[in-house]
């Protein structure tokens, strides 16, 4: 009850399928769906889920801005699996909010993108990653990211990532396939399968 008055709590939400096991859907492709589709791994991205998603362009903004700190960051890493690791979050993650925004259209992605995060996090490996990258991944995260709304919705994918595990799942399965064929490493899940 506490949890519900301070807004900790959100109601049950439905489990997304994956692409792969979601029946066609007869309604049309939200606008701009295509253009993200075919800038998934790339720099423009969020810019583009900000002219899809007009009502949350300021915070697809935002993303661009911490797109660019992580992997401005990533050269630094001394460990190869934290590089890995960062750019297949920023894929998996890409993947996923594609997905959504077909499926559910543009104003509803947003919140699902951040609450999701926690198990993109832990289906590309987090905490089996060395702590000294652990450690140089957390440093790059803005504080603004990890306050306010956000910070709700984290706790919430953190102590609930059930509904978006297939679609992470999923996303990330993509992204190693699109990694592997390009020679680069991938990453292990942290899910048992």
């Known amino acids: 009850m506490l949890k519900r008055i301070l807004g900790f ?38 810019a583009k889920m900000a002219k899809a998603d007009p009502a949350n362009a300021d915070k697809w903004q935002e993303m661009v801005k911490v797109q660019k700190q992580f992997k401005d960051a990533e050269a630094s890493y001394t460990q190869p699996e934290a590089r890995t690791y960062s750019e297949s979050n920023r ?40 702590l000294t990258a652990q450690v140089s991944i957390l440093g790059n995260t803005k504080p603004s990211m990890v306050n ?25 399965d993509k992204t190693r396939d699109s990694r592997l064929k390009e020679g680069k490493p991938v990453t292990t899940s942290g899910y048992t399968k």
């Open 9 to 46: 709590s959100q109601p049950q939400r439905p489990s997304f399928p994956s692409p792969q096991t979601q029946s066609p859907s007869p309604k049309p492709s939200t606008p701009g769906y295509q253009d993200v589709k075919a800038s998934i791994g790339q720099d423009d991205f969020y």
């Open 91 to 130: 894929e998996t993650l890409h993947r996923a909010a594609t997905h959504l925004l077909k499926t559910q259209g543009a104003d509803h992605v947003y919140d699902d993108f951040i609450q999701m995060h926690p198990a993109v996090f832990k289906e590309n490996g987090a905490c089996s990653l060395p």
């Open 148 to 172: 306010g709304e956000n910070a709700k919705r984290l706790f919430n994918g953190f102590t609930n990532d059930a509904p978006y595990q297939k679609l992470v799942q999923h996303a990330a």
